[in-house]
């Protein structure tokens, strides 16, 4: 009797070992990729509207992924802002996700909009959903989206013009 328990245990194990080694789906761990689907999401903007990645299907897009108190974030946002007021017209679009679970609230980020008169949509990752499928490890972090909504580049750390005019100029 024995020896038939010890059996059915390590067949057991066996056929969990298997099962979660090539049965169960791909888990976000294992990370999103340049050439993958861009994931879709749903947040809120600071006037409570919701916006969803895949409404802006068709165009290229930057996901840009910041905070107030992040040095780089401050110093690039000029320069997404003057981009995007210069090639809005063009099918580009930014979308910028505040990590608002590291500020105080939500009033830092409605005063930094203001600051630096964001034109694009800033939505609020309140409970870190998005940010953990986008695998976000520092900011700023920015996502580049192609009009088929396929990821053409992560960039980790501030962009500056240049970077902003390359990588766009690439997805066309």
Known sequence: MKKWLGVALVALLIGVTIYTTWMKEPSVAEGIKIGDKAPDFKLRTLEGD???LSDYEGKRVLVNFWATW???????TPDMVAYYKAHQKEGIEILSVNLTSTETGSAPVEAFVEKYEMPFKTVLDAM???SKVYQI??????????ADGIIHKKVEGGVSS???QQIFNEMR
Do not use: G, M, R
């Open 137 to 146: 490890a520092a900011v700023p972090t920015s996502y580049f989206i192609d």
């Open 128 to 130: 870190d959903e998005v």
């Open 162 to 164: 240049a970077q902003l």
């Open 70 to 76: 992040c040095p780089p974030c401050i110093k690039e």
């Open 50 to 52: 919701v916006v969803n």
